[in-house]
Structures are given as C-alpha cells and as structure tokens.
C-alpha cells in the first residue's frame, strides 16, 4: 500500500453495501444473518474513514425499493438499524463522528423516528466524519421532493423561475451542505448505481469489487482509495 494515501485523499465516499444476502445463503444462513454481519463491515469502515480523515462516508442503507422485500426481511432490517443506533451512537460521538440520516424518514416507526431524531441531535456538533446512512433513500424521489421544495417556494413568491440553479436544487438535496462524492464503491460484483445519488454521482469516479459486503475488509477498502488517487479527474475537461 502506498505512503502517500494519506494524499488526495477523496473528501466524501459513497458505498452501496450490497451482498449481504447472497453471503448469507453460501452460510447456508438466512439473509438476516448476513446484514447483521454487514453492521460489522459497517463499523470497520467508519473506524477507518475517521482515521484517514475522509470527511463524509455515505452508506446505501435501505432503498425506497427495498419496502418490496418480504415483511419479516424488512422487519429484520429496521430492527437492525434501531439496535445499531442504540449501540453505536455513543462511540461515534466519543470519536466525533456526526451522524446524519438521509432520506424519507416519515414511514419508519415512531420510535425508530425518535432515535434519529436523540442520534442526530446527539453528534451533531462533532467535527469529524460526516456519517450518512441512507434510509428509505432513492435518488430519483430526492430529487422530485427538491423540485417540489422549489415549486412551493416559487408559488409563494419567495424565488423566481428564471433564477432556479443548480445550486438551488442542491440546497434541497438530502445531502444539502456537503461535497459531491469524490469515490461511489458498490461491492457483490453488480455493476450499476441503483438510485443512489444520483444528482451528486454526475462526476464520481465509480470502483466495484465481485467481494460481497460482509467480506469487505480493510484492505479491499484502502486498494479502492489507492486507485482513486491514481485516476485522472478532468470532469468534462480536456
């Protein structure tokens, strides 16, 4: 591995988790063991995206899609991430990592809603490592919920047509405040993005790896960074 991967550095990673299912089935396990072995995976990756001083790790969680699964896979699901707040949330904050949940929150159960709620407002003046875990998350609907933000906003006199930018879509984006992805990691060998940023994707380079998320480990994570740092970004220029 390289001295210099300290240098160049991407400043936000995106990371569609996905394999964990098909790791579960070569377990001969059900495919909630296999998330509740990814929440492992997930706990590394922060650990050492803090350390590097990566400034924003996005985590594609749980799709607007995903609802289509089978209710007690779904069940499963939320009831990981609800113990998942509640163990980690205090050593994220013990390292100054500030989460931040991004997508449409509102079908998700009132309590799961009010440990959001108690983990942002707990981290959120930490400094460190932006954690974003996309829930209910599709690229598609944040971006029909900005343009509806923006239409609202023109109704009510507050903007004119004429002076709608990018920026002012940016502005009610999810992920309002930081960086685009510098680096969109999809592990379990498919090679698409799924409805995941795509506004923020429109320059991200793309690496994907055929190891599934639970065997996604240190060393496949800084071989990614490596290549990032090696590839030359002209974002439509010569």
């Known amino acids: 591995m390289s001295n210099n991967l300290s240098k160049n550095l991407p400043n936000h990673v995106g990371i569609i988790m996905d394999g964990n299912g098909r790791w579960a089935k070569m377990q001969n396990k059900p495919r909630l063991y296999g998330h509740k072995a990814g929440v492992e995976t997930i706990r590394e990756i922060v650990k050492i995206s803090s350390r590097l001083g990566i400034k924003a790790l996005t985590l594609y969680a749980f799709s607007t899609e995903n609802w289509k699964r089978p209710h007690t896979e779904v069940a499963g699901l939320m009831g990981i991430f609800s113990r998942y707040l509640k163990k980690e949330v205090s050593e994220l904050n013990d390292n100054n990592v500030k989460l931040r949940i991004v997508g449409d929150i509102a079908p998700l159960s009132q309590k799961l809603k009010e440990q959001i709620a108690e983990s942002e407002k707990l981290t959120k003046k930490n400094t460190g490592l932006v954690l974003n875990i ?69 320059y991200s380079e793309l690496w994907f790896t055929p190891v599934l998320w639970p065997d996604f480990t240190e060393e496949i994570f800084l071989s990614a960074l490596e290549e990032f740092q090696n590839r030359k970004r002209r974002f439509g220029g010569v």
């Open 134 to 202: 996309a829930v209910n998350y599709g690229g598609r609907s944040e971006v029909l919920n900005a343009v509806r933000e923006i239409a609202e906003m023109v109704k009510q006199g507050r903007i004119h047509p004429g002076d709608i930018s990018e920026s002012t879509i940016e502005e009610n984006l999810y992920t309002y405040g930081l960086p685009d992805p510098d680096l969109v990691i999809r592990t379990s060998g498919e090679m698409r993005l799924s409805n995941f940023l795509i506004w923020q994707c429109a």
